[in-house]
């Protein structure tokens, strides 16, 4: 014991003298960092803030080919969240996945901006935005998970190729609810349909009990306003519905009796002959996890003692357990849930490992509070089909190579 608390302090004091021959080695030349500080009609004012330039996290752009013919503009693209490089449950905004179809984010000017309730309503009303501002607001810990993001094979398929398509955000906002009670929902309304301002109309049907329920208008996120790629100046939250159903740049709710298969909805997302609105979407997400660290596309520096730390989340409520195992699923244990474990928000969990070099599978087993456990992929698959990417969430298996080498074992 008593060696091993030397080391340890030999190891801080190295680690220590190291840090500070960096931090000297490391003074912004020009003094770059002030470089945004100005003054305007003699206020002296800095501009909204950068990272340091030496982090340098950057979203993959998505391999769907769909969205790289559409558009040549960047702004069209899809991006993945790096899921390994985030701290705590939060992810920045400026590291949200993004997911548009194709659509650059439309260049709203806020002030003019106005969001109709109107179809089977006693009262159409209009917003504007500062009038939604002064109403009672709420703030609440969400994931959003594209239904795209489903794992999948291929050794060299790394954790933003196979996860990348979810991030956790605090999101502020007005709860739907309110401006449903306001306008009066007529009798025979039994969904509503979000409308966008986008140039192909993203539109999507909601059933009435999930927007009644704590469907959120949100004009806040992280902190700040919601970022152009993610809906500015608002979105619908939905909490644990599929991505898709979370409509960005909204501007109208319309209350109507059925599900619309509107244009998107149907080139998006209901798919194969005869297939319908209930066969096309899956709504809810179930329970599901994923290893960040060691994940696949790392390596791992040498043998002795890591963390296995990762997300797990389900649509259906919070997350009660979390299991790894080291053997590809023989024997599991039980990982430590760390605080906040919200509902339908991304939770962390963490499990202290020893790695002696020889060839390992780890992969870890979420269940919600519902009681519902995420599938393997033999289980996902004999459930759902081979069909598309339904909910896809199997259990991700990666592979620690005996050199270190992390790779996808789906
Ligand atoms: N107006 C509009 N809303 C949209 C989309 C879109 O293309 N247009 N994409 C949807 C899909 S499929 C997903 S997964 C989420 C992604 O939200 P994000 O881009 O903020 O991550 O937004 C949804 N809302
Ligand atoms: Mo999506």
């Not at 945004?36 to 340091?52: F, I, Q, T, V």
């Not at 705590?88 to 806020?110: C, E, K, Q, R, W």
């Not at 991505?243 to 960005?248: D, E, L």
């Not at 390596?299 to 979390?322: D, E, K, M, P, T």
Request: glycine share 12%; proline share 7%; net charge positive.
């Amino acid at each position: 014991m008593k060696s091993k608390r030397v080391a340890r302090r030999q190891l801080l004091r190295g680690g220590g003298a190291a840090l500070l021959g960096l931090a000297a080695g490391a003074r912004p030349a020009s003094g770059q960092i002030w470089r945004s500080a100005h003054s305007e009609d003699g206020k002296r004012l800095m501009r909204y803030g950068e990272r340091s330039r030496f982090v340098k996290s950057e979203r993959y752009i998505s391999d769907n080919k769909v969205n790289m013919e559409m558009h040549g503009d960047m702004n069209g693209f899809d991006a993945l969240t790096p899921l390994d490089e985030q701290m705590g449950v939060i992810t920045p905004a400026s590291l949200h996945f993004v997911s548009s179809h194709g659509n650059a984010p439309p260049d709203i000017d806020p002030q003019k901006h106005r969001l109709m309730i109107h179809g089977m309503v006693d009262r159409p009303l209009i917003f504007t935005m500062e009038e939604l501002k002064r109403l009672p607001s709420v703030t609440r810990i969400h994931y959003i998970e594209c239904r795209a993001n489903s794992p999948r094979g291929g050794e060299e398929r790394t954790l933003q190729q196979n996860h990348g398509w979810i991030s956790c955000s605090e999101w502020t906002g007005v709860p739907l609810s309110l401006l449903l009670k306001e306008a009066g929902v007529k009798a025979g309304a039994t969904w509503v349909l979000g409308e966008s301002a986008e140039p192909t109309k993203g539109a999507k049907s909601i059933p009435l009990g999930k927007a009644m329920l704590d469907t959120l208008i949100a004009y806040g996120q992280n902190g700040e306003p919601v970022r152009p790629h993610n809906g500015f100046p608002l979105r619908l939250v939905v909490p644990g519905f599929e991505g898709n159903f979370q409509v960005k740049w909204l501007e109208a709710i319309k209350v109507v009796d059925r599900p619309y298969a509107t244009y998107w909805e149907h080139t998006s997302f209901v798919k194969g002959a005869g297939a319908t609105m209930s066969l096309g979407n899956y709504w809810e997400q179930g329970p599901k996890s994923v290893i960040t660290s060691p994940a696949g596309g790392q390596r791992l520096s040498g043998h002795g003692y890591y963390q296995i730390v990762g997300f797990a989340w389900s649509g259906n409520g919070a997350v009660r357990r979390v299991e790894v195992s080291i053997d590809g699923g023989r024997t599991w244990s039980d990982a430590q849930i760390q605080d906040p474990a919200l509902p339908m928000a991304l939770t962390r969990f963490q499990l202290p490992w020893r790695w002696n070099g020889t060839e390992a599978v780890l992969q870890t087993r979420c269940t919600d509070d519902r009681g519902q456990v995420q599938p393997t992929k033999a289980h996902h698959t004999a459930f759902w089909g081979d069909w598309g990417p339904p909910h896809g969430n199997p259990i991700q298996p990666w592979r620690v190579t005996r050199d270190g080498q992390v790779l996808n074992a789906l």
